[in-house]
């Protein structure tokens, strides 16, 4: 079937198209700065939102530590270490040495640590890296001397009171993912 356009079809047609050009020219700079200022709504509330995350990370697990509670002689109420196979999770390792009385970790206000658990000696130099983490490296571990010292790892403080802290390490080691929880009671003297 044929169809004849007639002349005012025709003229509606080429009217619709002239209007659309004019239309689009007249727009078009209003949408650019339509998009212009949305892009800019956006970077402002990426801002935000960036701002919020990495205050949220950085408080995740910190929080406000009186480092004069560390420092003093602490009874060693366990020391457990647990090393799983970084592939097969199976364990590597798994240990829990239970403490006696005359063990002990001694923080100083000068930044040493005197470990005795069981017959080692351990002489470590402990900074805070963080509110709540403390970076330790041994000079002298298990009868061993380590002239520039040997890093030890970065323990986070769990729980601090003044009769009780917990240390938490997390790290991969060449055995495997370590995990390392110490826990510590306020030493008790004995006459």
């Known amino acids: 079937m044929v169809r004849f356009i007639s002349s005012n079809e025709n003229l509606l047609s080429n009217l619709n198209r002239s209007i659309m050009k004019t239309r ?3 727009v078009f700079p209003f949408y650019i700065l339509h998009c212009i200022t949305q892009l800019s709504k956006m970077k402002t509330i990426f801002g935000i939102v960036s701002a919020l995350i990495v205050i949220a990370l950085y408080s ?8 004069s509670l560390l420092t003093g002689k602490w009874n060693i109420i366990n020391d457990s270490t647990l090393i799983l196979n970084d592939v097969s999770n199976q364990i590597n390792v798994q240990s829990n040495y239970i403490g006696n009385l005359t063990d002990y970790y001694d923080f100083t206000s000068d930044g040493n640590l005197y470990v005795k658990e069981g017959t080692n000696l351990d002489t470590i130099k402990y900074t805070f890296v963080s509110n709540n983490r403390l970076k330790l490296v041994g000079y002298y571990v298990n009868g061993i001397n380590f002239l520039y010292g040997a890093n030890m790892g970065t323990f986070v403080i769990e729980s601090l009171t003044e009769n009780n802290v ?3 390490l997390s790290e991969l080691t060449p055995q495997g993912k370590e995990t390392r929880i110490i826990n510590l009671k306020k030493y008790v003297y004995i006459n």
């Open 166 to 168: 917990t240390l938490g």
């Open 60 to 67: 995740c697990d910190e929080f406000p530590l009186n480092d």
């Open 24 to 26: 689009s020219k007249l």
